[in-house]
């Protein structure tokens, strides 16, 4: 139990109490190897579980007890893989659990169907499972500065995706199903090995105004002669002016191609 005691000398009960209240449970920068186990008694009442920056790395199964858990943030620890039960919090929207050291996603990720949000940048992760594609409430994925050697055919299936991370990683190619994702924005790529991506992108991309491939074998003359092009120009250019007209801070590179000349 002392492990939940803070600095200002809280006693534990009277922290349980305000987590039960107000349904945040906050514990970054507590030196925790473990989850406390006080949390699971909780059950419903929490909402949100916050243990960035601790040196966690194991999630305990008990936590498909939090089934009314909208938010789980496991960023900054050593955790090496997730529980195949967390598909049981049916509730959750935002999942982040960057900066650790995990090699594989269960497949029961696709279960989270209310998920909007799924960051899992900075692990090990090699693949993605191909449930991913059941996620169809996804606004935002984040798979950078991972070892990807591809993205799945499924997460084309993510209907309403609007932000694709994948910066970082050893993928050379991408799914032909991308090209569904009618509501993306942003598609970021650096740091890759891509050398061509799907004909149809831009011109069946029709939300999309911000693809940046930096670092990647891909050519600009290949970019510009896609179908659709002019279209995606023409949307980038836009947001730019909204920007300009908004004192928007503007990157060094201004209006930036998203790809290396």
Not at 238 to 257: A, H, R, T, Y
Request: net charge neutral.
């Amino acid at each position: 139990m002392g492990c939940c005691n803070s600095k200002g000398g809280e006693s534990t009960a009277n922290r349980i109490a305000r987590w039960r209240s107000t349904g945040i449970v906050a514990l970054r920068d507590s030196k925790l190897k473990i989850v406390p186990n006080e949390i699971f008694d909780l059950e419903k009442s929490v909402r949100t579980l916050d243990v960035t920056h601790n040196k966690i790395v194991d999630i305990p199964v008990a936590i498909f007890k939090l089934t009314n858990m909208q938010r789980l943030i496991l960023a900054d620890n050593l955790i090496e893989r997730l529980p195949e039960n967390l598909g049981k919090l049916q509730y959750l929207k935002f999942l982040i659990i960057d900066e650790n050291r995990i090699t594989t996603l269960p497949d029961e990720l696709g279960l989270l169907v209310r998920l909007e949000q799924l960051s899992v940048s900075g692990n090990l992760l090699t693949c993605l499972p191909e449930t991913i594609g059941s996620l169809r409430n996804l606004l935002l994925l984040n798979v950078s500065n991972n070892k990807l050697k591809s993205l799945p055919e499924s997460i084309g299936s993510c209907f309403s995706l609007e932000e694709l991370q994948a910066n970082g990683n050893l993928i050379d190619d991408l799914p032909s199903s991308i090209c569904n994702l009618v509501y993306l924005k942003s598609l970021c790529l650096d740091n890759n090995n891509v050398y061509q991506i799907p004909h149809n992108l831009l011109k069946d991309c029709k939300a999309l105004q911000n693809i940046s491939l930096h670092d990647n074998p891909i050519s600009m003359d290949q970019f510009q002669q896609m179908e659709g092009f002019r279209e995606f120009e023409a949307r980038r250019k836009k947001k730019f002016d909204k920007q300009i007209d908004s004192n928007v801070m503007i990157s060094s590179k201004g209006l930036d191609e998203g790809v290396d000349l």
